[in-house]
C-alpha cells in the first residue's frame, strides 16, 4: 500500500535554477546599493549618534540621569534588556531547533534571523553593560576575577552573574554558528569575484570564506558541526531566557517570585522573536525582491508560529492572574490588582491587547497570508512584548511594602535617548549585514532547488492526479 | 599530495547523476581525488567511500572539559579558596553552579569542535584554495582526478569514463 501525502507548498518558487539562486542573492553584495538603503543608514546613523550623546551624558554624570528613583530602581534599561534579548531568541530558534526538526522552511529565513539576533543580544549586553555606571571596572564585578585582585570571587549564587555567562555565551555560539553558515557562501561571491575579475572583492571574501573550496570531505564535516551546533544551540537557547528569568523569580519580590517565569519568559521570547523576524524580512524581502525565496507560504508558516506562542504567553497571563489570587498571598494578589486596576492598568491593558488579542487574529486565512496584516501586527506584537517586560519590572516595585515610598517611574530624555541608541546600533549592522553580506543561505536554498521548487512540486500534482 | 599538478576535471550539473557518476567511475577503478560541489550533496561522502567525521567525539570531549572546568573554578573558588556565606547557605551547593557549569560547557564543546574542524579542514583566513573550477561555488559538481595516482589509465581514458558517467565536461586542469 502506497500512501501520498498532501503536497506541500514549495519553498522556491518561479522556477529558479541553482544558478539563479547565486546570481539573486550575490548581486546585492555586488551592486551598488540602492537609494533607499543610504536613506535607511542615514536614519540609522542619527538616531545611533544621538543615542551616543545620551549614552556619553549617563557614563559621564552617572546613572542619576535615567529616571530612577529609591523606589524604583529597575526600568526603563532592564526592560529593554529583556526585550532585546527576547528578540534574539526567534534567530536560534529557526537556525537551531527548526534544523533538528528537519523543518527546510528555515533555509532561505536561518541567515537574516541568524544575524537580527546577533545584532539584538549587543543591543541587550548595552543596558547592564551602562547600568554599572562605571563600565571600565565591569570585569571587577561581571567576570570571576577576585575583588581588586586579593579575596573575594564573583558570587555564583547570583542570578546576574548566571546572565553574564549565559548573555556572552550565547552571544559566541550564536556567532559562531552564523559565521560558520556564511562560509560557503562567501565562496560564492569570491569565485563571482574572480570570473568578473574584481581581484579586491576576491581577495577579501577569499579570507571571509577562510579559503573555502568546497570538497566532499569538507562538506561531511561541516554538516556534522551544523548539526551538533544545533544540537548545543536548542538547550542553550532556552537556558537563557530561562536565567534571564531567574533574575526576577529567584527574587522575593510579589510579582516576580513565579515558578512560571521560565517557560513563560521562552514562549515569549520566541513570539517577539519571530515578529521581529517578519518586520524585518519583509522589508528585506521587497527592497532585495525576494518574493521567490520567501513567499507567503514561508510568511504563514512564521505566523502560525506567532499564535502558538502568542497563546501560550496569553495562557501564563491568566494563569498568573490566578495564581495570585488562589495562593492566598495578600502581597501576591495585591501586586497583580495592582497591575490590572492600578496607575499602570494603561500598561497592563496594551499588553493584554498587543500580545494576547492580536495575534489570535492570525486563525484567519486571510490575514495570515496578508503581508500588509502580518506587518502591522508583527510590529503591534513587539510593542506588546515591550509592555509585559515594563509591566513585570515597573508595576511589581513601584507600590513596595511601604505606602510612603509608593512613587511613579517617569523616564527621562536619557532613557529613551538610550533605547533609541540601540535601534540606531540595531538597524545599522543589520542594513550594514545586508549590503555585504548574503542575506540568505545559498548552500541551503540550493540543496531544495530540486526537489522543492515549483517545478517539481506541479509535477508532482500532475503524477498524483493521474495516479 | 598538494604538489601534484596535473588533474582532469569532470563536470556534473546535476546531483543524482553525481552520485550514480561517482559509483561508475569508482567502478571503473579510477581514483577520485575530491568532488567539489556548491551544497552538500546526501550521499556522496559514502558514495566516496568516506568514514563518518569524529568531529562529534571532539565536541563531546570539548564539553566534558568545559564541565569540569567550570566545576572545579566554582568549588575551588567558593568552597575553598574564599569560603562565604551568602544567604545562609552551604559554601558550596552544586544547584546554583549549575547554570554557569551548563553555560561553559555549551561554549568549550561548540568552540572547540569549531577550531578542531578548522584546522582538519585547513580553513584559514589567508590561504587560497586550489580551485578547479570556479563554477564549483556556484551551480556545477566539480569530480578531481589526479593523474598521478592513476597511471595505469591515460587521460584520455578517464575523460571518456567521465563522460560515460554522466559528466557534460572533462577538462585538464594543470596547476603550475
Known amino acids: ?467 | 599530495m598538494e604538489t601534484n599538478k596535473n588533474f582532469i576535471v569532470g563536470i556534473f550539473d546535476d546531483e543524482d547523476i553525481l552520485l550514480e557518476g561517482v559509483e561508475k567511475v569508482r567502478d571503473k577503478g579510477v581514483k577520485i581525488h575530491e568532488v567539489y560541489t556548491p551544497f552538500p550533496v546526501h550521499g556522496l561522502d559514502e558514495a566516496l567511500g568516506y568514514k563518518r567525521s569524529r568531529l562529534p567525539i571532539a565536541a563531546f570531549l570539548f564539553g566534558l572539559t568545559g564541565t569540569s572546568l567550570a566545576l572545579t573554578m566554582q568549588i575551588w573558588m567558593l568552597g575553598i579558596d574564599w569560603p562565604m556565606i551568602i544567604g545562609g547557605k552551604n559554601f558550596v551547593s552544586l544547584p546554583p553552579f549549575i547554570p554557569v557549569t551548563f553555560e561553559l560547557t555549551v561554549l568549550l564543546a561548540a568552540l572547540g569542535m569549531v577550531a578542531t574542524f578548522m584546522i582538519v579542514s585547513d580553513l584559514k583566513p589567508y590561504k587560497w584554495p586550489r580551485q578547479f573550477d570556479l563554477r564549483s561555488t556556484d551551480d556545477k559538481h566539480v569530480m578531481a582526478i589526479d593523474l598521478a595516482i592513476n597511471t595505469n589509465l591515460s587521460s584520455d581514458d578517464i575523460k571518456r569514463i567521465l563522460k560515460e558517467a554522466g559528466a557534460s565536461e572533462a577538462n585538464d586542469k594543470n596547476f603550475e
Not at chain 1, 529565513?109 to 549586553?125: D, Q
Open chain 1, 1 to 467: 500500500m502506497q500512501v501520498v501525502s498532501g503536497v506541500r507548498d514549495p519553498l522556491v518558487t518561479g522556477g529558479k535554477t541553482v544558478h539563479d539562486v547565486s546570481h539573486d542573492i550575490s548581486r546585492h553584495v555586488e551592486n551598488p546599493p540602492a537609494k533607499s538603503w543610504y536613506l535607511a543608514m542615514a536614519v540609522s546613523l542619527a538616531l545611533l549618534g544621538y543615542g551616543l550623546y545620551c549614552v556619553f551624558m549617563v557614563l559621564w554624570n552617572g546613572i542619576g540621569m535615567w529616571g530612577l528613583n529609591k523606589t524604583v530602581g529597575w526600568a526603563w534599561d532592564i526592560t529593554n534588556f529583556v526585550w532585546w534579548v527576547g528578540i534574539g531568541h526567534a534567530g536560534t530558534l529557526i537556525s537551531a531547533i527548526l534544523l533538528l526538526f528537519r523543518q527546510k522552511w528555515r533555509m532561505s529565513i536561518n541567515r537574516a534571523a541568524e544575524a537580527m539576533t546577533i545584532f539584538a543580544v549587543i543591543c541587550a549586553a548595552t543596558f547592564p553593560l551602562i547600568h554599572m555606571g562605571r563600565l571600565w571596572l565591569g570585569f571587577y564585578w561581571a567576570l570571576p576575577l577576585p575583588n581588586t585582585f586579593g579575596s573575594l570571587w564573583a558570587n555564583f549564587n547570583s542570578p546576574l552573574l548566571w546572565d553574564v555567562f549565559a548573555i556572552s555565551t550565547y552571544f559566541t555560539v550564536s556567532l559562531v554558528f552564523w559565521y560558520i553558515g556564511l562560509i560557503p557562501d562567501f565562496a560564492v561571491i569570491r569565485d563571482r569575484a574572480l570570473a568578473q575579475g574584481n581581484q579586491l572583492r576576491a581577495t577579501i571574501y577569499n579570507a571571509l570564506s577562510f579559503g573555502w573550496e568546497g570538497g566532499a570531505k569538507t562538506w561531511m564535516r561541516y554538516e556534522s558541526v551544523a548539526l551538533i551546533l544545533a544540537g548545543l544551540s536548542t538547550p542553550l537557547v532556552l537556558s537563557v531566557h530561562t536565567i534571564v528569568s531567574f533574575d526576577f523569580a529567584t527574587s522575593i519580590i510579589p510579582g516576580w517570585h513565579t515558578t512560571i517565569f521560565p517557560p513563560y519568559f521562552v514562549a515569549g521570547a520566541i513570539f517577539s522573536g519571530f515578529a521581529m523576524v517578519l518586520t524585518l524580512l519583509l522589508i528585506t524581502r521587497k527592497v532585495f525582491k525576494l518574493e521567490d525565496y520567501i513567499t507567503i507560504y514561508h510568511i504563514e508558516l512564521m505566523n502560525i508560529i506567532i499564535i502558538v506562542t502568542g497563546s501560550i504567553v496569553g495562557i501564563a497571563y491568566i494563569t498568573e492572574l490566578f495564581i495570585s489570587w488562589y495562593s492566598g498571598v495578600e502581597y501576591e494578589g495585591y501586586a497583580f490588582f495592582n497591575r490590572v486596576q492600578g496607575p499602570y492598568a494603561w500598561a497592563y491593558w496594551s499588553m493584554m491587547t498587543c500580545n494576547v488579542i492580536s495575534p489570535q487574529l492570525f486563525w484567519f486565512k486571510k490575514i495570515r497570508t496578508s503581508l500588509v496584516a502580518t506587518f502591522v501586527l508583527s510590529i503591534i506584537v513587539n510593542i506588546g512584548m515591550w509592555f509585559e517586560r515594563f509591566v513585570i519590572i515597573v508595576t511589581s516595585i513601584h507600590r513596595d511594602y511601604i505606602p510612603s515610598s509608593w512613587t511613579m517611574f517617569h523616564p527621562t530624555m536619557y532613557d529613551i535617548g538610550e533605547y533609541l541608541f540601540t535601534f540606531g546600533l540595531f538597524f545599522t549592522a543589520f542594513f550594514l549585514f545586508a549590503k555585504f553580506f548574503p542575506v540568505i543561505n545559498m548552500a541551503e536554498v540550493k540543496s531544495i532547488v530540486k526537489h522543492n521548487s515549483e517545478k517539481v512540486e506541479n509535477k508532482k500534482v500532475a503524477e498524483s492526479t493521474h495516479a
